[in-house]
Nanobody
Framework: QVQLVESGGGLVQPGGSLRLSCAAS????????MGWYRQGPGRQRLLVAS???????NYADSVLGRFTISRDNAKHTVNLQMNSLKPEDTAVYYC??????????????WGQGTQVTVSS
């Protein structure tokens, strides 16, 4: 199986920055796409940004120009640099990996989530 552990959430003022990190571990065969999703109170979990193994990146329109996703394939890590944060960015952020583990089919794995709160 694949385990995802996130870090880096917290409280920040509007206009501030945070960096989220996620490390994958376990009996990994391949990790295809890694990404970040977020879920605000009473809302759906939505894609924030994703990056595939070739470095192709996809951002939600709401974060374009403010957030930057990066990935280290050798270390099985993905990061999300969040700048110019707004109150509407407040949510629980989840790391996601489309991956295959030994003796398992390819599937989605999720981290436990990390809270990001943007407030003055």
């Amino acid at each position: 199986q694949v385990q995802l552990v996130e870090s880096g959430g917290g409280l920040v003022q509007p206009g501030g920055s945070l960096r989220l990190s996620c490390a994958a571990s376990g009996t990994i065969v391949s990790i295809y796409t890694m990404g970040w999703y977020r879920q605000g109170p009473g809302r759906q979990r939505l894609l924030v940004a994703s990056i595939d193994a070739d470095g192709n990146i996809n951002y939600a329109d709401s974060v374009l120009g403010r957030f930057t996703i990066s990935r280290d394939n050798a270390k099985h890590t993905v990061n999300l640099q969040m700048n110019s944060l707004k109150p509407e960015d407040t949510a629980v952020y989840y790391c996601n990996a489309d991956a295959r583990a030994i003796a398992s089919r390819r599937k989605d794995y999720w981290g436990q989530g990390t809270q990001v709160t943007v407030s003055s």
